[in-house]
C-alpha cells in the first residue's frame, strides 16, 4: 500500500513540475539564454566603458547590481532546462522499460506460434487437418484458418521489428538526452562560479565606494539640484500648457454661449459622446487619439535611445554599503555619447530649453509628457510635430565624460516611473 502510494506522490510531483514550466520548450529556453547572454554581454560593455574612471561610481555600481540581476536569470533558465530534460529523461526510461516489456511479451508470443508450427510442419498434417473437417464449409474455414494463423505469425514477426527499431530509437534518445544533460550541468557550474566571483566584485566596489560616501555625497547634492530644476521647468511647462487649454476652453465656451439657440444645438449634438473622464488637456477628438495611443502602449513604447542601460532607476533607492538614497524624477540612461535621441511616441514639442548647460525637450502626447534631457545638439524646435522614433537630438556626457541622457514621463503634472511605459530591453 505504501509502495503504490509512494508511485502515485512521484507520478503527481512529476506532473507539477512539467505544468510549472508552462510547456516552454527547450528552443525556447535556448532563445532566452541567448538574450540574456547579450544582456549581459552589453552591460559588461558599459561597464567597461565607464571603468576609465578609476572612482568608484554610483553608475558602475548599478550596472553591476544590474548584471548579477542577469546571471541569476540565467542560472535560473538553466534551471528550467535541466528540469525539462530530466523530465525527457523520466519519459524515455519509462517508455524503453514500456517497450522492453512488450518486446519480451511479442517474443514469447512468437516463440510459442513457431514451436506450435514446428511440431505441425508437415504437408500432410495440414492436410489432414483440412480433410478431416466434417462438412465443405468446415472445409472452407479451416483453411482460412490456416491462412488467417501464418498472417498471424508474420504480423508478430513484424511487430517485433517495429518495436525494436522503436526501443532502439528510444535508447539512442536516451543517450542524446544524457548527453544534453552533461552539458548543461557542465554550465551551471561555470554560471555558479561566474556568480561567486561578481558577487565577490560587488563586495569590493561596494567598499570602495564607501571610502568615496562623502565624495558622493557632493556629487549626489549637485545631481539632485539639476533634477530640481529640470522638475520645476518641467512643472511650469505642462502648468502653462494646462492653462492655455483651460483659457481656449473657456474662450469656446463663451462663444457658444453667444450663439443662437438652434446653432448650439447644432454644434452640441455633433459633439462625440464618449465615456473617457473630461480632461482639459484633451480638448480635441486629435488630441484625445494621442493620449489613447500612449496609453494602449504602456508597456510597449521604444527606448529613446537603442544602445541603452539603466544607470539609475525611477524614485528612492538605497546605495548598498552606505547611507545615501538616491531619489529620482526619471531614468538615467547610459549610452554612447552622440547616439541618436527620438521621441517615444507621437506629439508635439512643448519647449526646447537648457538646463545647467544641457539641451532638453519636452513633447507633449494629450495629457502625458516626455522630457530627454542632456541632449548635445537638438534637431527640433517648439511647436514641431514628431512621430514615434523621430530625431529629436544628440545624446551629451556626463561629468565623467560618458554618453547618457534622462527621460522622464509625466502623467499632466505627476511624474511617474518611466520604466514602465517602455519595452523590456
Known amino acids: 500500500m505504501m509502495k503504490c502510494l509512494a508511485k502515485i506522490l512521484f507520478f503527481v510531483f512529476i506532473g507539477l513540475s512539467i505544468s510549472s514550466l508552462h510547456a516552454q520548450t527547450r528552443e525556447e529556453l535556448e532563445k532566452k539564454r541567448k538574450e540574456i547572454q547579450l544582456e549581459i554581454t552589453s552591460l559588461q560593455q558599459a561597464q567597461s566603458a565607464i571603468t576609465n574612471d578609476k572612482k568608484a561610481s554610483l553608475s558602475q555600481l548599478k550596472l553591476i547590481?544590474?548584471?548579477?540581476?542577469?546571471?541569476?536569470?540565467?542560472?535560473?533558465?538553466?534551471?528550467?532546462?535541466?528540469?525539462?530534460?530530466?523530465?525527457?529523461?523520466?519519459?524515455?526510461?519509462?517508455?524503453i522499460y514500456r517497450l522492453q516489456k512488450q518486446l519480451d511479451?511479442?517474443?514469447?508470443?512468437?516463440?510459442?506460434?513457431?514451436?506450435?508450427?514446428?511440431k505441425n510442419r508437415s504437408s500432410y498434417d495440414m492436410m489432414n487437418f483440412i480433410f478431416t473437417a466434417t462438412s465443405f464449409n468446415d472445409a472452407i474455414r479451416r483453411t482460412s484458418y490456416l491462412k488467417t494463423y501464418?498472417?498471424?505469425?508474420?504480423?508478430?514477426?513484424?511487430?517485433?521489428?517495429?518495436?525494436?527499431?522503436?526501443?532502439?530509437?528510444?535508447?539512442q534518445m536516451l543517450t542524446v538526452n544524457k548527453k544534453e544533460k552533461g552539458k548543461v550541468l557542465v554550465e551551471q557550474t561555470t554560471q555558479k562560479q561566474i556568480l561567486e566571483e561578481e558577487k565577490q566584485e560587488k563586495n569590493q566596489f561596494v567598499s570602495k565606494l564607501k571610502l568615496r560616501e562623502?565624495?558622493?555625497?557632493?556629487?549626489?547634492?549637485?545631481?539632485?539640484?539639476?533634477?530640481?530644476?529640470?522638475?520645476?521647468?518641467?512643472?511650469?511647462?505642462?502648468?502653462?500648457e494646462i492653462e492655455a487649454a483651460r483659457r481656449k476652453a473657456?474662450?469656446?465656451?463663451?462663444?457658444?454661449?453667444?450663439?443662437?439657440?438652434?446653432?448650439k444645438k447644432t454644434i452640441t449634438s455633433a459633439k462625440p459622446i464618449s465615456a473617457r473622464k473630461e480632461n482639459v488637456l484633451e480638448n480635441t477628438p486629435e488630441v484625445t487619439k494621442v493620449s489613447v495611443g500612449f496609453e494602449n502602449n504602456k508597456g510597449n513604447l521604444p527606448w529613446p535611445v537603442d544602445k541603452a542601460s539603466v544607470v539609475s532607476s525611477f524614485g528612492k533607492q538605497k546605495i548598498e554599503g552606505t547611507s545615501l538614497i538616491e531619489d529620482n524624477i526619471g531614468l538615467t540612461i547610459q549610452t554612447n555619447a552622440g547616439v541618436n535621441v527620438k521621441a517615444v511616441f507621437e506629439g508635439i514639442v512643448t519647449t526646447v530649453y537648457d538646463i545647467a548647460g544641457s539641451q532638453t525637450v519636452t513633447i507633449k502626447?494629450?495629457?502625458y509628457f516626455t522630457t530627454y534631457y542632456n541632449l548635445s545638439s537638438v534637431n527640433v524646435s517648439k511647436g514641431t510635430v514628431v512621430q514615434m522614433g523621430q530625431l529629436l537630438g544628440k545624446a551629451g556626457v556626463n561629468d565623467d565624460g560618458n554618453g547618457e541622457i534622462?527621460?522622464?514621463?509625466?502623467?499632466?503634472?505627476?511624474?511617474?516611473n518611466p520604466e514602465i511605459w517602455l519595452k523590456n530591453l
Not at 548584471?67 to 517508455?95: G, H, Q, V
Not at 521489428?161 to 528510444?170: A, F, P, Q, R, W
Not at 558622493?216 to 530644476?229: G, H, L, S
Open 65 to 95: 547590481e544590474k548584471k548579477l540581476r542577469s546571471r541569476y536569470a540565467f542560472i535560473d533558465n538553466l534551471n528550467d532546462d535541466m528540469r525539462l530534460i530530466e523530465n525527457t529523461l523520466f519519459s524515455n526510461n519509462r517508455e
Open 365 to 367: 502626447h494629450g495629457k
Open 105 to 118: 511479451t511479442l517474443k514469447q508470443q512468437y516463440s510459442k506460434t513457431i514451436e506450435y508450427a514446428y
Open 214 to 240: 562623502k565624495e558622493i555625497e557632493k556629487e549626489m547634492i549637485a545631481k539632485r539640484k539639476i533634477e530640481r530644476n529640470l522638475q520645476n521647468a518641467v512643472a511650469a511647462i505642462i502648468r502653462r
Open 250 to 263: 473657456e474662450d469656446e465656451a463663451r462663444k457658444l454661449a453667444a450663439k443662437p439657440e438652434a446653432e
Open 406 to 416: 534622462m527621460f522622464v514621463v509625466n502623467i499632466e503634472s505627476i511624474f511617474v
Open 150 to 171: 501464418r498472417k498471424y505469425r508474420d504480423e508478430q514477426a513484424q511487430n517485433i521489428i517495429k518495436t525494436s527499431k522503436e526501443l532502439e530509437v528510444k535508447i
